[in-house]
Structures are given as structure tokens and as C-alpha cells.
């Protein structure tokens, strides 16, 4: 592959390992805000399919995002602390940067969550574009693209939903989706990521030129 001007990146389940902290709130938010509780085998399941399908299956109501955005944004900066990235994260994200490859990371998350996460871990960014809209992040693409004055071609975006892939196509811009994630690799494939990476040393070597997808 063309070795990327870009690559922008999604935080939890792409870089941070948080899909256990997800589960360990899970209950606590059905409770607040009154959704439909999955048997455990339903909550794996639900690993293939969408966020707005997630979302429909958990009886999550339009006008109670906001707050369960909210709430869930709040108790992940609590978590900030001992959120740990995947292992060989930091040093790709280092390797990038030293072979000329600009690093931006696109988040739904806050940018004060991940700020600590990557200042705890010594890591540094070309740019952080945190709060994105959980169906959101095209328009966050095309702004990133714009600021770091990358065309789209040249830039790749890997991720761990289905919503990652679904956001880049429309912009014509390479989209990676990681095995490791939220979602279920096979759910990923049926979506047709550009790359699928089978783990980290994987997606190092595909961005950084080293071998061909």
C-alpha cells in the first residue's frame, strides 16, 4: 500500500483496552436510565452488530442519549487512571510520528480522558478531536483532513465499529478496522474495511509500508 500522510485513529478498543471497564458499567447504566438488560450471551452477540443497532436492541430511547453520553463520559474519565492502551500501541504511535506519518485521534470520547491516558504514556499527537456524536465522525474526518491539510486519499482511519468503517467510505478515505475490538472481526469483515488487522504488529507493518495488506 501507498504508506499514509495520515492516520487517524479511534481511542477506546482501538488503542485503549476498555471493553472491560464497558462491561463493568453496564449494569449500573441499564439501571439509571432504565434500558433492557441482555443475558450475557446477548451482550456477546451484540459484539456484531452496530451502534444504532445496539442501541435499538437495548431499548435506548432518542431523547436519553444525551444523558447516557453524559454519564458514561464521566465515569470514563474516572477510569482515566488505570485505562491501559493495547500492548505495542505506544510504540507504533512513537514510530509513525519519527517516519514523517502525522497521528490525529478521533474520539467520542472527552479530550481530557484521553489526554491522560496518552500524557501518562508519554505519547504525543499531531492532533486530538474528541466528542464526536456516537453516528458523527464523517464530518469530524473531513475537519481533521482540512486542519492537518491531508487529502483524503492519503490518509487512513482505523477503528474498532462498524460506524468507523461507515464513516469513511463517504469520503472515499481508507478505513482499518482492528480484530481486537469492540466488534466482532467477522462483523467487521462483512462491512469491507480497506485492512483488517489481526493484531497490532500487523497493523504496524501494513502502516507503516512494511508489508502489503
Known sequence: MTTPKLVIFDF???LADTYGWFL?????????????KPHPEEVEAM??????????????????LPAIVRHTRREKLKAAATTQLFDGIT????????????????????????????????IEVDLLNCGAS????TNKFKKVLKQMGVDAKDA?????????IEAAKPINMRC????WGYTLPEALESHH???????????????LGQAEA
Open 156 to 164: 487512513v482511519s482505523v477503528g474498532d465499529e462498524i460506524r468507523d
Open 193 to 207: 474495511p480497506t485492512y483488517l488487522f489481526r493484531d497490532v504488529a500487523h497493523m504496524r507493518q501494513i502502516l
Open 24 to 36: 463493568s458499567i453496564l449494569d449500573d447504566a441499564i439501571a439509571k436510565f432504565r434500558l433492557y
Open 176 to 179: 482499518g478496522a482492528v480484530s
Open 91 to 122: 510504540e507504533l504511535m512513537r514510530d509513525l510520528r519519527a517516519a514523517g506519518i502525522k497521528v490525529a485521534i478521533v474520539s467520542s470520547d472527552t479530550t481530557e480522558s484521553v489526554r491522560r491516558v496518552l500524557d501518562r504514556e508519554g
Open 134 to 137: 456516537l453516528h458523527g465522525k
Open 47 to 64: 459484539r456484531g452488530l452496530s451502534a444504532r443497532q445496539v442501541m435499538t436492541r437495548m431499548k435506548v430511547r432518542p431523547w436519553k
Open 12 to 14: 477506546d478498543g482501538t
